[in-house]
């Protein structure tokens, strides 16, 4: 961030007091959490960016050469004429130098531009990623705010009544669900309460909403939408309250034993009060260093997830994109999930420096 | 881990007695937690699985056009599958590549893991910087999507191909856990005694760290192949790997696009594999989380 290049310098001697001065800049800015936490994000995402256009573009056999290559031979084109219409669905032109096709590709990147999809021309990789990604985000979204808001509570729960049946029940249910793949769930709950059971209709269940419903602000069309959505829903909840759990019941249990909360007892104060104002607030801390990984976790595995219940996000789309070779529409998606899970560690972070004094004191170096 | 104090002066015990030590240990603390302990035969089990399975069927049998999705019977106990080949017999046979496929990528990754975190972890400064950052970079990716699109790209028919695909995306968690361990040994006394007496930076990491660290790296592994078969199944299930041989993977994928779902005659067909997975990965997490009580006491509660 700091850029020397910019500065015009007139002598030796202002060049090495410029330099000095942005080095000492570069250090004050380094040593601020959120900078440093945002600098990380922004690496990540230029990196993955890299990753993906060395795939696309430079392995032996990469989707470009194979595009221009079936051009060429089975419809006769030039090889001018092939890259041309390369450059038409990729982000840059294969005809430019190596170097200057990474710089328009990070340029388009930087602009939205995510290049078109081959199998179905004419339609951008934006467009397809604006129709698709909102159901994914609203379907792991909910799904990972109701297993956070539930495995909080029921940890608070087995914390306060530990040793109990309760607390035995909840502890061996949570670690089993911790345990076993999500997407073995999602396929236990087609099976059993879908087509065994026929509790839903797994069929009409298809999609993020129904064919003959418009999209609107309408209550019918969010009922219908929650609908669709309550099975991925389902899943996401049962395979990550499980880790929620466990985390809040331990956090409690350690908090539960501070000296604050003896001395609240001592001062004779609401049990309601102390559970929430200085057990429950202080016990919640450690969990949003997880919040991170968990929607990594859960925007990740609704890869696995949408294809199961064929609810139609973004990881549905991205799996029809990789069985047809749509290698736009596949980089497009993975940059725009690699974007959102980024984005969603940064503000769990910065919400948790907020949150916890302590980081930002330390500069965050203990993590 | 306990160091007394006239054992400094005596010659320091060998490393097959140290791991030996260790495994005694973790063996008797397994066996005081019961849940533990049945994870730790369940993994045994599977192991024996992996080992034995593919010589107690050496053959899935050939396809059976008239013997399509059987019901459960004494010659078929899980009944058949969608070209009549008995199920029970590709349940016993499908073990062993997934098995061999995640401890290979868990080797790896583990590998990776502590060579890097135990070494950034005692040298410190700009190299721990460095991999940190990598570490932390590589951990917001989203392992899953990373996977699906990188075998769109590399066909991945070699086991050891699948492995180190597996282990590519693994390691991160693992360097994190090892380095915190080894910079909390790394003040321990036995540790400063030896850099007091200048044994170099390999003895110290290889022989007086590391060793203490067997209970953990075998946590550190069994958490890696536990992601490694997560990772796997999804692409045997996504058809994103080769479908050839017997494995659970392939027994999922085909059971789920062949329709088994919707015969009730079928269902043994699809939950053996659902079943088998679970209980393979249930009884790695359960063995682990109870190693981990013993050999992390602040998880341990009154």
Redesign the interface.
């Known amino acids: 961030m700091a850029r020397p290049a910019t500065v015009e310098p007139t002598s030796a001697h202002s060049v090495a007091s410029t330099a000095a001065t942005l080095g000492r800049l570069a250090l004050i800015l380094w040593r601020s959490y959120i900078v440093r936490r945002l600098l990380k994000a922004a690496l990540t995402i230029y990196l993955v960016s890299t990753l993906t256009f060395f795939l696309i573009r430079l392995m032996p056999g990469n989707p470009v050469d194979v595009y221009i290559n079936t051009l060429i031979s089975q419809y006769g084109f030039s090889y001018q004429d092939a890259a041309n219409q390369a450059a038409a669905l990729f982000a840059f032109n294969p005809n430019e130098p190596l170097l200057a096709q990474y710089r328009d590709y990070l340029q388009a990147l930087a602009h939205g531009d995510f290049g078109k999809s081959i199998t179905s021309p004419g339609t951008t990789v934006t467009s397809i990623i604006a129709t698709y990604l909102p159901w994914t985000l609203f379907s792991t979204g909910l799904g990972l705010l109701l297993s956070f808001a539930l495995g909080v509570l029921l940890g608070m729960l087995t914390a306060y009544r530990r040793e109990r049946p309760i607390d035995h029940l909840l502890t061996a249910l949570g670690s089993f669900f911790q345990s076993v793949p999500n997407y073995l769930v999602a396929i236990v709950i087609v099976v059993f309460f879908g087509v065994r059971l026929g509790w839903f209709s797994i069929a009409e269940m298809r999609g993020a909403y129904s064919p003959g419903v418009q999209p609107s602000l309408s209550v019918t069309f969010i009922k219908d939408a929650l609908y669709h959505a309550s099975l991925p829903i389902a899943t996401y909840v049962l395979t990550t309250i499980g880790s929620w759990l466990l985390l809040m019941k331990s956090s409690t249990i350690a908090t539960l034993g501070e000296d604050f909360v003896t001395v609240a007892r001592a001062r004779g104060l609401k049990d309601g009060r102390i559970m929430s104002a200085y057990v429950g607030r202080n016990a919640i801390l450690p969990l949003f260093t997880q919040a991170a990984i968990a929607a990594g976790f859960v925007v990740g595995g609704a890869v696995v997830i949408e294809q199961i219940f064929q609810y139609q996000g973004i990881g549905y789309i991205l799996l029809q994109a990789i069985n047809q070779r749509d290698y736009p529409i596949m980089q497009g998606i993975f940059l725009i999930i690699t974007f959102a899970v980024v984005l969603a560690n940064v503000l769990a972070d910065l919400l948790y420096s907020r949150l916890d004094p302590r980081i930002r004191a330390m500069g965050g170096s203990q993590r | 881990m306990t160091t007394q104090p006239e054992l400094l002066a005596m010659k320091p015990p060998s490393l097959g007695h140290r791991l030996a030590r260790s495994f005694r240990l973790g063996l008797s603390v397994l066996w005081q937690n019961k849940v533990g302990f049945l994870g730790f035969l369940g993994v045994l089990f599977f192991i024996a699985l992996a080992i034995f399975g593919p010589l107690i069927a050496p053959s899935s049998g050939e396809p059976n056009m008239a013997q399509i999705y059987q019901p459960p019977s004494w010659s078929h106990p899980l009944g058949t599958d969608y070209e009549g080949r008995d199920v029970l017999t590709q349940v016993v046979r499908g073990g062993r590549p997934i098995i061999l496929v995640g401890a290979l990528a868990a080797i790896l990754s583990t590998l990776i893991a502590i060579t890097l975190g135990a070494l950034v972890a005692y040298v410190e400064g700009v190299l721990d910087s460095i991999v940190m ?1 990598i570490t ?2 590589v ?8 996977l ?6 590399v066909r991945l028919n070699r086991p050891w191909l699948l492995a180190l695909i597996l282990a590519l995306l693994n390691w991160p968690t693992l360097l994190r856990a090892v380095r915190a361990q080894v910079l909390s040994l790394k003040a321990r006394e036995y540790v400063e005694a030896a850099r007091a007496l200048d044994l170099g930076l390999f003895h110290i990491l290889f022989r007086e760290i590391l060793p203490n660290m067997a209970s953990y790296i075998l946590m550190s592994f069994t958490i890696g192949m ?1 992601g490694a078969i ?1 990772g796997q ?2 692409l045997y ?4 790997a080769p479908l050839a041989g017997d494995n659970w993977g392939i027994m ?1 994928n085909l059971a ?1 696009t062949r329709g088994a ?2 015969y ?1 005659d079928s ?1 043994p067909y ?2 053996a594999p ?1 079943i088998a ?2 209980l393979l ?2 009884s ?3 063995m682990t ?1 109870s190693l981990e009580q013993v050999f992390n006491p602040r ?1 341990r ?1 009154g």
């Open positions: 950052l932390d970079v951990l917001t990716i989203p392992q899953l999507p990373l699906v699109v990188l075998a769109a790209f536990t997560y199944v999804v299930f996504l058809g994103l999922l789920w779902i919707f009730r269902m699809i939950l659902v997975i679970s990965q249930l790695m997490v359960t989380r998880l509660e």
